[in-house]
């Protein structure tokens, strides 16, 4: 079982910064994919990143392409997402995941709570 924790969600202006932590004190080898999904009122959830830590090849949505970074610290066996030049579209409850498996756009094997993220002037 593989627990995970969402952390750093808030208020922030257009245009500003904001990173997210994703806690996972159960990590092992076995999980080959690690997530970040945001799920907006009235819209389907979305997956933003997934880094592959079999190759450690990391995937990005185009809508974020470019302002977002996603990263881990294998010794922390955490996951950030460092969000910049955040925009009003950019306002959801973001959630992490994993899976034993490469990176998929749907299928996760644990989710976290999620964090919301609000972006408003």
């Known amino acids: 079982q593989v627990h995970l924790v969402e952390f750093g969600g808030g208020l922030v202006h257009p245009g500003g910064p904001l990173r997210l932590s994703c806690a996972a004190p159960?990590?092992?080898?076995?999980?080959?994919?690690i997530a970040w999904f945001r799920h907006a009122p009235g819209k389907e959830r979305e997956v933003v990143s997934c880094i592959n830590n079999i190759d450690g090849t990391t995937h990005y949505s185009r809508s974020v392409k470019g302002r977002f970074t996603a990263s881990r610290d294998d010794v922390k066996k955490t996951m950030y997402l460092h969000m910049t030049s955040l925009k009003h579209e950019d306002t959801a409850l973001y959630l992490c995941?994993?899976?034993?498996?490469?990176?998929?756009?749907?299928?996760?094997?644990?989710w976290g709570q999620g964090t919301q993220v609000t972006v408003s002037s």
């Open positions: 995941a994993s899976r034993y498996a490469y990176c998929d756009a749907v299928n996760y094997h644990y």
């Open positions: 159960g990590f092992t080898s076995d999980i080959y994919a």
